[in-house]
Structure formats: C-alpha cells, structure tokens
DNA sequence: GTGAAAGCGCTAACAT
DNA sequence: ATGTTAGCGCTTTCAC
C-alpha cells in the first residue's frame, strides 16, 4: 500500500536551525555575496544536519534558475544519436546541468514543447533529423533558448552544430579517386529533407567533378539512412551495365546493408568494390572487413552543442553561433585499388 | 543578446478570458466532476484561443501530480542499455509521462537523487547495474516510488525487472551440449558485483552438471562485461592444455571480443570453435559469422518496467512486485557440432 | 456549481 | 549584513 511519504525539510526548518531568516538560508544556498561568514558556517551547519535538498520547483517558480535542459531527439534507432547524447550528458553533468529527454514520438509536438519550455526547461537542445517543425519558429520568436544539432537551421538566428558533411564527403571521394576508381557510386541517404544528406551529395560531386571523373546520374542512389535501402541502392548498382568499382555511402548503416548486398551475390568487398561509409558508429568496426567511414566527431558534437546552449543561456550578449565540426576518415579493410576487380574493365571501357 | 521571454498565458488569463474564476479553469484542466457543461465549454474555448500551455512546476508544486519519472543510468556504454532506454521511452509516453534523464556519473548520488526525488519526478526507475548505493534504502524508508532493472534487488520490498538470466544460460549450455559438445567454456562476465552475471554462471554450471559434462574451473574466465575481456579470456582459453571446442558468453559484446582472438589466432568460428552470446544487441547481427546469442527481450524489459513503476505511483493498494521475463535462444551462424574443431580430439581425451 | 483564500518552497526586491 | 514581504502558477479546502 502506498503509505505517507516523509516530509521534506524546507528552507524554513533550515531557518529555525540556523536561527536566521529563511531569506538569509536562500542566500547562502544561492552563494550570495554579502553574507557574515559565521551566519553561513551556521546555515551550512544546519543545512548538513538536517540534509536539506533544494526544491526545484519551487526555486524556478520563483525566478531562480531549474538548471535542465532539454533534449528533443526523434527516436533511438540510429545508434550515431547516441554517441551525440553521449556527448550531452557528459557536458550537461560537467556544467551543472540536469538533463529532461524528450522524444516526439510524431505527437502533437507544439504544445508538448511549449509545455517544456514554459516552465521545466532553460533551454533545448534539438536532435530531429529531418524537416523542422513550426515549434523551432515559436521558439525563436520567444527568445528561448536553443540549439540545433545535426541541422542547418532556417536563418541565421539558429545556433547550429554539425559535421563537416561536404568535406567529409569530398575527401571520402577523393580517397576512392587516389586509389585509382573512375567509376564511384553512391548510396545518398534522405536526400529530400534532410541537410547531411545533400551536403554529401554535394561534397561527392565536387570531387568527382574537380578530378574529372565521369560522372552519371544511374551512380547516385537515395533512400534513408538504413540497412535495407544500403541493399537495396547497391542491388540496382550492381545490375547496371557498367557498375562503379567503390561506392561512397552516406552512413555506416547504408554502407553495412551495401556490403551485404554485395557477399550475397558472391562478391567480394574490398577486391571488386570498394565502400566508404561514414559517422563511424560502433558498429562499422564489427564488420567484415572493417569499413573504412568518415567519422563525425560524434561526442564533440554533443559536448559543443551543449556549451553553446548554455552560453545562449546565462550570457546576456549571445550571438547566435553556427559550428562546423571537422570530420576525418578512418581507414580500415573495405577499399583498396580497383585494378583486380571483375568490374575494372567494364569500369574503364 | 538576451531579449525578454514573452510572458506565458496562466490560468488566470484563461480564467479572464472565460469569465469565470480560476479556480474553475483548474477544476476542468483536472476534469473535475461537478462543472456545469456549458462552463467547462467556455473555459475550453478560452484555453484554445489562447493557446493556455499549464505550467508543470507550479502544478505539481501546489500538490499535483508532475507527471515526470527519473530514468536513472549509470551510462551509455553499453548498447544493450539503449534497447532498454527506447521501451521506457516508449512506455512512458504512451502513459503521459515525462522522462528526466540521470546517469549517475560517479558523483555524490545521493543528494542528486534527492534532489530528483524531492520534487521533479514521482518515480524513479534505476537501470544501475552494480551493486546498489546507499540512495535506494533511503528511497525504500520514504516509500518513493521505484523500480530496479536488471538488479535482484536487496529486499522484498523492492520492485524488479529482470530478463530470465538463468534459464537463459541453462538453454545456452544445453544446445552447446546437444550440438555435441563435452567441454564447454564460460566468459562469465562480472561476478563479482551484478546479479545478471553470476545468474547466468550458475545457469551454466546447472547445466554442465545435469548433463553430466566434465566441468573444470580452468574453463571459465571472468571480467567485465566489454569487448577487450572478451578476447583476454578467449586467449587464455586457448592457451589451455585442453581448450574448449563452445564457449558461452556472458554477453555479446564479451562474444564479440572472443571472435576475434580466435580469428587472430587463424581459428574459425564456428568450425573450430563455436560461440553463443547473451543479450542479442544490434551489433550481434553484424559479426560474421553471425553470433548465435541469448535474446532478452530488452524493449520488453523497458516498458514492464515503466508500467510497474506507473502503477506504484498510482494505485493505492500496490504489492511489490518481481517480474522475469523469458529470454530466446537466436540462432545465427556461430555454432556447430565440434567434430570437425581442431581441438575435437584434445577435447575428449 | 463556483468563487475566495490559503498555501506549496522558494527568489528577489525592499527595508532596515 | 540580514529580516520582511510579495509573488511565481497552481491545487485545494472552505464558503456561499
């Protein structure tokens, strides 16, 4: 059965302890500065021995400060998310900050951020890959304070954080084009609504234009940013006429579908294509062979993005920041020169 | 810089809005019985003209309910976690609740907790696997709400939820057996502080000694429960006399680790030595060969244990309650009969 | 049925 | 340097 639960000590049992007023307790609690050392060794004293623990509530409906933040992200099934929320928390708990995650799940999800923000939360952090929903104008109109992960914003108002996604394409390309391959596909991601995915697009394609590669439209593949469009998109390259010798894949997951792909019709990764992945998740090493992926500074992304929400928080003159993380290839088993590829001819005709 | 919020619309300008008082306006927000149709019309209408948002703090301050439940985690290490994460998530929301994320980062938990407790969060579900802090006692005398996952628990009183470790090893061991194999290994994880891994040592050893299966203290190892362990106690498997021709892991990541110390020493799974896991993460379907592995029913786990903890915060006759969930056997390609193993001989010496 | 009034625990002027 | 007072937005008696 559900019996009472303990009172808790208040501010005002804290008082009658320390024999002050309960303002005098909130000040020391809040570290003011002009209070008699004494009265705070007595406040500190009484505050032990009673173990007093601030109520949150109460201290932010009286204008004090609730120190959580929000994070906003869509779901749980991409596992680059996590290694950003890693990254979150970390910071958050460095900084002082309590964490409230809230997932859209597709509800309602205007009154449900407003219900955040009006009230439980100083700020937001927003990890929703794909088309903003009209709260982050609301949020922008109002002043609150948030930051966009993995987004480009909608004006130069947002604060953003994000990879470096068409310079982490361009060298991921490149990287196929020193190894020899002519012919490069690539599997796209979610090209219509989401930024990473065409920023890479893009970086692909100014590599392959800068270094006069022959470029075709039947080379670039789109879907989502999963498994099964990663088999899918490399089926239809593999059934062309003159498949690519390496494919550029937009993330792990696609990279790790394309892959499978390619072992079940008997062929063989790196010898007759050559894959890149990137975001590096963890498990782009479990592959095999391992697969060689643009890593996203995936910790650092969230670590920064918290930083800057907090200074949009408890800095009166914040600039709204865009931040660009910088991306880096990591090299493993999956690609290797074309020239023993049952491919290269037909690559090269 | 930092401009002024706007101000948010309170109960008191809906109750303007509507003409009445606003101790009417609260009354329809809670859905109070006796309020005259045609009013809690009015009020309604108020609210969505004025797009009325109820302040959580204040709410749950002046008594009601915060509709909020702490999450507690130790970290995110470990991607078996996440699963878990989603189905409370999951749960949650389709309850009404709110998730406050703590992960508990070595800090004085205690008055953290405390502090979550105190007033943010009318429950606490703790996913802390290790032994428990002084904090849950604490818990226990206020007759806080909570649930312990993946944790036995100290006493009676406490409300659990855990995957079928034992039974789950039991049928790991036994189709190792069935498979053919007399000599078995364990890489037990850690034993000395989580429930999970000596349940699922003790499954093993029951089922080595119902089958009557030589045992031997030399065949199990134990650690942690990550990757690197995994290929440490593989090794000194290997390095045995007599090595093992099936070795059962604690977890997948455990399994992981061992594979490849067994392919770095140019021995196959499963030919030479087959390999069952324990929790069935994403990353047990990426390994090649597959990993055959005990599935727990991880989003399973996570909504249980959400809707246990709902109905502690909400029944007033609640009994604590104890809840094991049956694990799965998933057969992927990581076993087979030892007959072909190059230690098959050494083995039934 | 509905309004008035008293807090919930705290912060932030305003006094002194 | 510290006490007094008025709220923050809401729920909940207690009246009418």
Chains 1, 2 share one sequence.
Do not use: W
């Amino acid at each position: 059965m559900h019996k009472q639960r303990s009172a808790n000590v208040t501010i005002f049992d804290v008082a009658r302890e320390a024999g002050v007023s309960y303002s005098t307790v909130s000040r020391v609690i809040n570290n003011y500065e002009f209070v008699k050392p004494d009265t705070q060794e007595k406040v500190r004293a009484a505050m032990e021995k009673l173990g007093y623990v601030a109520n949150l509530k109460a201290r932010s409906l009286a204008g004090g400060r609730s120190q959580v933040i929000g994070l906003l992200v869509f779901d749980f099934e991409n596992s680059y998310q996590i290694g950003i929320i890693k990254g979150i928390d970390d910071e958050a708990s460095a900084l002082g900050y309590d964490l409230m995650l809230a997932t859209t799940h597709g509800r309602k999800e205007r009154s449900y951020i407003t219900q955040l923000t009006n009230g439980l939360v100083e700020g937001l952090l927003i990890l929703v890959p794909r088309s903003l929903d009209a709260y982050v104008e609301d949020l922008q109109k109002q002043n609150f304070p948030y930051v966009l992960i993995d987004h480009q914003g909608i004006s130069a108002q947002d604060n953003t954080v994000n990879a470096a996604n068409y310079q982490g394409a361009y060298d991921a390309t490149k990287y196929l084009i020193d190894l020899g391959h002519r012919r490069i596909g690539m599997i796209a991601g979610p090209l219509d609504n989401i930024d990473s995915a065409s920023d890479r697009l893009k970086g692909y394609e100014a590599a392959i234009a800068d270094f006069e590669i022959s470029a075709a439209e039947e080379l670039v593949c789109s879907g989502d940013y999963f498994e099964q469009i990663g088999a899918d998109c490399m089926n239809n390259l593999l059934a062309l006429s003159r498949p690519p010798t390496a494919v550029f894949c937009s993330s792990d997951l696609l990279a790790i579908g394309a892959m499978k792909a390619i072992s079940d019709r008997n062929l063989r990764v790196p010898e007759d294509i050559s894959i890149v992945g990137f975001d590096d998740v963890p498990e782009a090493s479990y592959t095999t062979p391992g697969l060689t992926t643009v890593k996203q500074p995936l910790n650092e992304i969230g670590r920064v993005a918290t930083r800057v929400l907090r200074d949009a928080i408890e800095s009166h003159e914040f600039m709204p920041q865009q931040i660009v993380l910088t991306t880096q290839l990591v090299e493993r088993k999956s690609c290797t020169a074309p020239y023993g590829s049952v491919f290269y001819d037909a690559a090269n005709s």
